[in-house]
Structure formats: C-alpha cells, structure tokens
C-alpha cells in the first residue's frame, strides 16, 4: 500500500526566503507526482505535475524534482511571498488510472 | 473555460439521513474522481468514474457510491449518515487520455453532520 509523507508538517520563513517543502513515498512504482496548493476551507490547485520519466518541472518560481529510485520528491519555492502562505500537498498515481494517494500536507506562512 | 463546479457548497444533516452531491467537470473531460478530506485523516480517495464506468475505488463503506451520467457529470450520495462523515468533499476531473493527466479539482462541498 502506498504511503506519502510529508515533512515538514508546518514551517514559517520571512518574506523573501528560498525554501523547499519535502515530499517521501513507500512505493517507487508511480506514473506521475503531483503538487498541489490549498487555501483554507478551498479546493486544491494544480502547480506542477512530473511525470515518472521526468526528473523535474519549472513554473516561475515554483521548481519541482523527482527522484523515484529514493522516493522522494522536492518543491523548491524561490524569493517566497506572503501570498504563497497555503498548505502544499503532493500525491502520488500510480497503475490504477487517476486514483490519487495525498501526503499530510505542510502548511507554509510566510511573514511580511 | 469553466473550471470544476461542485454543488451545493455546504450541506447541514443529521445522522441517519442520507445526501447526494453534484459535481460537474470541465468541459471535455471525461474522468471524476471523488475525496474525502478531514482533518484527522487528510485526503483520501473514494471513487474514480471514467466513461459512466467506475474504473478505481477507495476504501470506504458501501454507504458511499457514485454515479456518473453521459454528460460525465457526477454524483456521489451517502446513506445512513454518520458524524464522522462530516467531512469536506472534492471532486477532480481530468481528460483521462493517458495515466499522466493532470486533475483539476472544484472547490469542494462541506457537509456538516449533526
């Protein structure tokens, strides 16, 4: 059975810090890795998705590694902001269609 | 394009009642998969609808099942409420052409069971 953690489950940095939201999993067989970002009491937001081949994706500041051999994955956020306070998930698909396995979550502040 | 759209938003019942939800994908996208998601288990996978079929399913009671029509809009109802039920529940779609798809999800409809 597939297990995600995430760690930490909590972290606050001041404005303008580079940081990274780490990711694990048990089982190295998956097809993609998702990130997501949720606002409290909102649905989630896609940021990036890499797909088991990829080693890493890039959307503005946001960059996102894989190394599946490890299980682990990465979300490195550059020069955060204020607005970036949210709670980032990641999850993982693997060989049974779209059926998604969540971590825990970290809940990011980021203070002006 | 319109996103995902979940109705209704919030729902109060008591327990032993039973509840449907409504979630209409993105145009053209043929999967919708259900969650659940409380604070003390996180997210977790209920169900997933791909062409009126349902392709995956999580592991939950059958109080919970889900139906999706030829529109690829989707329903999910629960019988025989309980208070752990309450819950927010989300929905996501995806076009579903390959494993790799990315899903999108809808806002999400709180139930609060009293």
């Known amino acids: 059975k597939q297990e995600v953690t995430q760690i930490p489950a909590a972290l606050s940095v001041p404005e303008g810090e580079n940081l990274v939201l780490n990711c694990s999993f048990t089982?190295?067989?998956?097809?993609?890795l998702q990130w997501f970002r949720q606002d409290p009491g909102k649905g989630l937001t896609s940021l990036l998705l890499?797909?088991?081949?990829?080693r890493e994706q890039t959307s503005g500041r946001l960059n996102a590694s894989l190394d599946k051999s490890s299980g682990r994955s990465t979300l490195y956020i550059a020069a955060s902001q204020p607005g970036d306070s949210a709670t980032y998930l990641c999850a993982v698909s693997g060989n049974a269609g779209n059926m998604l396995t969540f971590g825990g979550g970290t809940r990011l502040m980021v203070k002006p | 394009k319109a996103g995902v759209t979940q109705t209704p938003r919030y729902l109060i019942k008591t327990r032993g009642q039973q509840v449907t939800l409504s979630c209409s994908p993105i145009?053209?996208?043929?999967?919708v998969s259900w969650y659940q998601q409380t604070p003390g288990q996180g997210l977790q996978f209920l169900f997933e609808y791909f062409s009126e079929t349902q392709r995956n399913k999580g592991n939950f009671p059958g109080r919970f099942s889900g139906r999706q029509f030829s529109n690829s809009r989707s329903e999910m109802n629960v019988s025989t409420l309980e208070l752990g039920d309450s819950a927010l529940y989300l929905c996501a779609s995806s076009l579903s052409t390959q494993l790799t798809d990315t899903q999108y999800f809808g806002p999400g409809t709180r139930l609060t069971v009293l």
């Open positions: 145009s053209g996208h043929r999967s």
């Open positions: 089982d190295s067989a998956i097809y993609n």
């Open positions: 890499i797909q088991s081949s990829q």
